[in-house]
Structure formats: C-alpha cells, structure tokens
C-alpha cells in the first residue's frame, strides 16, 4: 500500500503549479510584445523568429546537455520530431507576422482558438472520441473568433493569419501528445529548437538586416532568452499539477495583453473584440471542464 501524501503537500504542489502557470503568461507576454515592437520597428518576422528559437535553443542546450551528453538527441521517433519542431516555427511565423498588423490583445483573443483546435483535431488524429458537447463548445468557440475577426474588416488577412498560427499550434500538441512516453521532455525541447534554429538558418539570411543599436540587439536576446524560460517552467508547471487546472490561467494572456497593449501603443480592445473573447475563453473552459470529467467517467457517459 502506498503511502498518503499529506494534504499540505498536495496543496503546495498545486500553489506552486498555479504560480508557475502565472509567471509563465507573464513571461510569454513580454515575448509576443517585444516581438510586435521589433516587427513594428520594420525587421522582418523571420529574423524576429530566428531570435525567438534560436536563443531559446541556445539556452536549452547549456540547461540540458551537460546532464545528459549527447545522449540528450537521440530520439526514437526523429521523423515525427521533425514534424513538431517544423509545426512550433510556423505557428512562430504566422503569429508574429500577423501580429504586425493587430494589437496585442486582439492577437491574444484569437490565439485561445487553439485548444479547440485542438480537440476538434484529436479526434482524427489521435483517434479519440470527442462528444457532441465538446464538438458544439468548438463550433461556439469558432463564432467567437469571427466575432473578433470580423471578416472584411481591415485586419481580416493579419486575424487569419493569427488563426493559422493557432491551427499549427495545435498540430504542435497533438504531436506532442504522439510523442508521449517514447523521448525525454528535454530531448524533445531540444529537437524543437534544433528544427526551428536550422530551418531559420537557412531563411534568415534572405531577409536580415543588422540590428540598429544595443538596445536592438537586447530586445531580441532577451525575447529568446525568456521564451526559452517560459516555456521550461510551462514544463515544470504540467509536472506539478493537471492541465484541466491550469490551462484555464492562460487565459490571463488576454489581460497581460491588453495592459502591454495600452502601455506601449494606447491600444484597447472594444465592445466586440471584448466579447468575442469572452465567448473564445467560455468554450475553452467549457472544453476543459470536460475534459477533466472525461478522465474520471467512462467514454460513453460523455
């Protein structure tokens, strides 16, 4: 019989979970409005994303490779570790190349459409069994993206573009969820930046253009630097409580975003784009909620 685990240190462990899952929305907020300040400085998103993963895997290496040597890539599946990393720039690059032409939290707002994604998506790919519940929480999540996006509007084309990089988001998890229990979770952080690095190796040079000062030049050291350690304690977070209780907080993005938003450009959401919003983060919730109770019940009570 196993010991019990004393009730204080249950409770640590989620506190610590939940703080963890709040530094991380801090952290990713400061990435994705930095990027926006270097794209609306006029360098092109690939070099801004170049930075973003190529730091990141930098830093990744330095954490991970003197624990575990070279030992720390070899995979069992490369091929689909390929994939992931390909799926992780390309969200990279739509996001940011959108996000040039939208506010901050307006990006932010679509962006929750991911989880949807998500779950519309594991059914054929993961072969689950998504019930009508989930399925109609996904078709109201969509409507709520529409109302954000507003189609015909003048940032419809930046607003998809947001939704594309939701989309390849979500084929990051799902693949991730593939790649479950076969590597290491520092092998495939380490693949993911090894893909990223070499891909935008070979494109940034069509596009680069010489940082204009230090304070340049810090700006995107530091966003990949942060994004490599926000994504580590994302890693952390999951390790010390359940998803169906933290993925709710990233939902905090969307007022990190704004405030980022206001401060550096005057920028605020209106009546709309703030419920359309409301009505993304209503059906991710909802998504969540029973996905939590799909792990306590029997597949045909859903």
């Avoid at 640590?12 to 991380?24: P, Q, V, W």
């Avoid at 926006?36 to 993963?53: E, I, S």
């Avoid at 229990?181 to 891909?199: F, M, P, R, S, Y």
């Avoid at 419920?275 to 983060?281: D, H, K, N, R, T």
Wanted: net charge positive; glycine share 10%; aromatic share 10%.
């Amino acid at each position: 019989m196993k010991p019990s685990v004393p009730v204080a240190a249950v409770q640590d462990r989620i506190l610590s979970a939940i703080g963890l899952m709040c530094t991380y929305v801090g952290l990713i907020v400061f990435v994705n409005a930095t990027g926006k300040v270097l794209a609306m400085a006029g360098y092109h998103p690939q070099q801004v994303v170049f930075f973003r993963h190529g730091v990141a895997f930098l830093l990744m290496l330095l954490l991970f490779a003197p624990r575990h040597g070279v030992r720390i890539v070899v995979a069992k599946r490369p091929g689909l570790q390929v994939v992931r990393g390909i799926f992780a720039i390309a969200s990279s690059l739509f996001y940011f190349t959108g996000l040039a032409s939208v506010s901050l939290p307006l990006a932010a707002a679509i962006s929750f459409t991911s989880p949807l994604l998500v779950t519309a998506l594991s059914g054929p790919l993961l072969g689950e069994q998504v019930g009508v519940r989930r399925w109609a929480a996904v078709a109201v999540g969509f409507v709520g993206a529409m109302i954000v996006i507003r189609p015909g509007g003048d940032t419809e084309w930046a607003g998809l573009l947001i939704v594309g990089s939701a989309a390849c988001a979500a084929l990051y998890q799902i693949t991730t969820r593939r790649l479950a229990g076969q590597d290491h979770a520092e092998t495939t952080n380490i693949w993911t930046g090894l893909v990223g690095a070499a891909l935008m190796c070979v494109l940034v040079p069509f596009v680069w253009e010489m940082p204009e000062s230090p304070q340049i030049w810090m700006l995107f050291i530091s966003m990949g630097l942060i994004g490599g350690i926000a994504h580590y304690i994302l890693t952390k977070a999951f390790e010390r409580g359940p998803a169906s209780l933290l993925s709710p907080f990233s939902y905090l993005q969307l007022i990190g975003a704004t405030v980022a938003g206001y401060i550096l450009y005057g920028d605020l959401p209106d009546g709309m784009t703030w419920v359309g919003a409301a009505v993304i983060v209503a059906a991710g919730l909802y998504i969540a909620h029973r996905e939590s109770r799909r792990r306590k019940v029997p597949l045909t009570a859903r």
